[in-house]
């Protein structure tokens, strides 16, 4: 049985869906706060979401995780309503701001995102106060080269993004274009390791509190997949089809092969690793996604499952 105690007054995690990001949302009465903002397919329940938590107060402050676009769907819609001030990592800047859809990963991924302005940026080392409480950024990169997690150590909270899941991390999608991704996701889960936590607030699935089982996990879904980059590069082809399914429910079967080709970070994982021809590569992805229940075949259709 867990001994952690539970969230601090005024902090609230809103679990989602796997199509947008988990928000972590904080009220001290002074000023309130959201942690990443879900995909732009879900903007209106996320408002809703803030709007009713927060008894139609406004929200103050918006920071991002990363920018993948289901992390900050949400942010356009938001600062629309609230006029909120919004901090994304350092590092993605420069590409927010001039919007450059090649570097924001929207384009590469076949994903979409409103463009939202940035006021403001925090980086490794940083100190933010949320919830009245001090939280560290450190850097986390493997599933984004840019990304960042929060530390709370006088709570023992860690808001971990997609760097650490009750069961895994994000795909490592650096390692599908040839660049390191592998070696950085290790030693993000070593640098967690060494923290002191007792809950876990992830970008996806539910907050957990066996933080050292989900370390263990974690390491060897990595062992795995880094010692055949071919794995990691599969993965990401079906985690891809997966979030377009989530998106549009249904999609035409026919058109699953050019629909992963027409995608580019797909096309090129499969050009560096795979090596499929892509009628062969979308018909496997269909497979392990009815497979394991993540999808059905109906009437020359593909649905979500």
């Given at each position: 049985?867990?001994?952690a105690a539970p969230l601090p007054p005024g902090l609230r995690f809103i679990e989602r869906d796997w199509l947008s990001s988990n928000g972590i949302l904080f009220d001290d009465g002074r000023r309130t706060a959201l942690v990443d903002s879900g995909y732009v397919k879900h903007q209106e329940t996320t408002a809703a979401?803030?709007?009713?938590?927060?008894?139609?107060?406004?929200?103050?402050?918006?920071?991002?995780?990363?920018?993948?676009?289901?992390?900050c769907g949400g942010n356009a819609l938001l600062q629309h309503r609230h006029g909120c001030r919004t901090l994304v990592p350092a590092a993605s800047a420069a590409a927010a701001r001039d919007w450059n859809d090649e570097a924001l990963t929207f384009t590469a991924t076949g994903q979409r995102c409103e463009r939202f302005a940035v006021h403001g940026t925090y980086d490794d080392g940083d100190t933010l106060e949320l919830g009245?409480?001090?939280?560290?950024?450190?850097?986390?990169?493997?599933?984004d080269?840019?990304?960042?997690?929060?530390?709370c150590a006088s709570e023992r909270l860690?808001?971990?993004?997609?760097?650490?899941?009750?069961?895994?991390?994000?795909?490592?999608?650096?390692?599908?274009?040839?660049?390191?991704?592998?070696?950085?996701?290790?030693?993000?889960?070593?640098?967690?390791?060494?923290?002191?936590?007792e809950r876990v607030l992830p970008g996806h699935g539910p907050m957990f509190t066996d933080v050292a089982g989900a370390l263990e996990r974690a390491r060897a879904r990595l062992a795995h997949l880094s010692a055949?980059?071919?794995?990691?590069?599969?993965?990401?082809v079906k985690v891809l089809l997966k979030f377009l399914l989530l998106e549009h429910e249904r999609l035409p079967l026919a058109g699953v092969a050019r629909l992963l080709a027409d995608t580019p970070l797909t096309?090129?994982?499969?050009?560096?690793?795979?090596?499929?021809?892509p009628q062969a590569l979308a018909d496997w992805a269909v497979a392990e996604?009815?497979?394991?229940?993540?999808?059905?075949?109906?009437?020359?259709?593909?649905?979500n499952g």
């Open positions: 049985m867990s001994t979401v803030v709007s009713h938590a927060l008894g139609g107060r406004p929200l103050d402050l918006l920071v991002n995780t990363h920018l993948h676009s289901d992390h009245g409480l001090q939280w560290q950024a450190i850097s986390a990169p493997g599933h080269p840019q990304a960042l997690i929060l530390h860690l808001i971990s993004a997609d760097a650490l899941w009750e069961n895994g991390f994000g795909v490592i999608f650096p390692e599908l274009d040839g660049e390191s991704g592998f070696a950085e996701q290790r030693a993000i889960l070593e640098r967690i390791a060494t923290l002191p936590v055949d980059p071919a794995r990691n590069a599969r993965h990401a096309a090129r994982a499969n050009r560096r690793y795979l090596g499929t021809d996604l009815c497979r394991v229940g993540a999808a059905a075949v109906y009437d020359g259709l593909l649905l």
